[in-house]
């Protein structure tokens, strides 16, 4: 059966991408973010994936509000990156594994989550700037992709405990999929920060380390927390949080922290990043 | 236009719920049409026009065409969207963020960097 190595999630924010692109990762402002990659790189390269699933959110890509799915699971050969409107360069296709993907698909209709199913599907900046840092200027991508979105964009969202089973459910997919496959999962966006509003540039520390310190061993602890709460807590996409609460719901067993980093700001968002490894 | 349903309230916060995603909807899908570079230029040399074309209602062409943050918001424009409209003027988040406060671009910066001190 096919193996999940463990899971990594990370900030996404488009500025990364320019940031990449110019090279800027030793400059003052960015090297706090960027300094926090080279650990995770040493425990790709030790637990050597074969495939990453990517949970994420849209922004206004692929998806628009005439179709809003709460949770989509991407079935195509390739996935192409494409113009957000902000001129950050576009980054070349990744490469699908269908057979893990109608396998997902299959396991979690059975189980009882009614996914929508995208056979095209553009991957935004959430879905492409985490391989980019995990794999940097590595073109294609030495990973095989399988892209989950989850709707952070319009309320009502997938409650914490929802999106914890959800991702349960994913992990069981995987781990029910016959093949000798190594798979990470990784989880994208937040930590708080809110970009609308007279509360725009809201950030709060000290819930993001608890919740990255929670994360790890006591993933629930979240979950008491409505959504609206979470956006008080943690900002309008500081919600984006779900990521990775649904990541680290597809592991199971033994879990034990490889490597964290927090850093505030990048843009307006406090970055985080958490590499988890099954035992 | 009001699901009537009791709301958390939130400081400077408007959830975009089904109230504002029904009545942001024309705004926002003309943000939604930025992602074409083409699309982007047609705005740019009739930026009245191109919101007649998506059938802006007068509150949101008026805060499009004024470039107020806080006004698309009120007409139901979701940040996510309206950040592609932002970029056409090359403003990033802490020009929005600054806008939106009151304050200038700087101590808009400072707050942030003052938020990973506490
Ligand atoms: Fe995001």
Redesign the pocket.
């Known amino acids: 059966m096919a193996k999940i190595v463990g899971g990594i999630n990370v900030t996404?924010?488009p500025y990364i991408g320019r940031a990449i692109a110019n090279n800027l990762q030793q400059d003052p402002y960015w090297k706090p973010f960027f300094d926090g990659f080279p650990p995770v790189h040493q425990w790709l390269a030790k637990v050597k994936p074969d495939i990453a699933v990517v949970i994420y959110?849209d922004?206004g890509l692929n998806f628009f509000l005439d179709k809003m799915p709460t949770f989509a699971v991407g079935a195509a050969a390739e996935y192409s990156n494409a113009d957000e409107g902000w001129g950050i360069p576009t980054l070349p296709p990744y490469i699908g594994d269908q057979d893990l993907s109608w396998h997902m698909i299959d396991s979690l209709v059975e189980n009882e989550f009614d996914i929508v199913t995208c056979q095209e599907m553009l991957v935004d900046?959430?879905f492409t700037l985490p391989l980019e840092l995990f794999w940097p200027g590595q073109h294609p991508c030495p990973v095989r992709t399988v892209p989950v979105c989850i709707n952070?964009v319009q309320f009502p969202l997938p409650t914490a405990a929802r999106c914890f089973k959800f991702g349960q459910a994913i992990g069981r997919a995987i781990e029910s999929w016959d093949t000798d496959a190594r798979v990470v999962v990784i989880g994208?966006?937040g930590l708080s920060h809110q970009l609308e509003g007279r509360r725009a540039g809201f950030i709060n520390k000290e819930f993001d380390l608890m919740f990255m310190d929670k994360l790890v061993n006591d993933p629930l602890w979240v979950t008491r927390y409505s959504v609206p709460e979470l956006v008080e807590l943690t900002g309008t996409?500081g919600v984006?949080l779900l990521n990775w609460l649904t990541c680290r719901g597809a592991l199971s067993g033994d879990v034990t922290k490889v490597h964290g980093n927090y850093h505030i700001p990048i843009s307006n968002t406090a970055s985080g990043l958490l590499a988890m490894e099954v035992a | 236009m009001s699901s009537g349903k009791q709301k958390r309230v939130i400081p400077g916060t408007t959830l975009f719920d089904g109230d504002m995603a029904r009545k942001g909807y024309a705004l926002n899908k003309m943000c939604f049409s930025f992602n074409s570079a083409d699309n982007r230029a047609e705005f740019l040399k009739d930026k009245e026009g191109y919101c007649d074309k998506y059938g802006l209602n007068a509150e949101q062409k008026q805060a499009v065409l004024s470039l107020q943050v806080l006004d698309m918001l009120a007409a139901g424009g979701n940040a996510?969207y309206l950040a592609k409209l932002g970029g056409i003027f090359g403003l990033d988040m802490q020009d929005i963020g600054a806008q939106q406060t009151g304050v200038t671009k700087d101590e808009f910066k400072a707050k942030l960097v003052a938020a990973g001190r506490k």
Do not use: K, L
Request: glycine share 8%; net charge negative.
């Open positions: 996404h924010v959110n922004h900046h959430a952070t994208t966006g996409q984006e | 996510y």
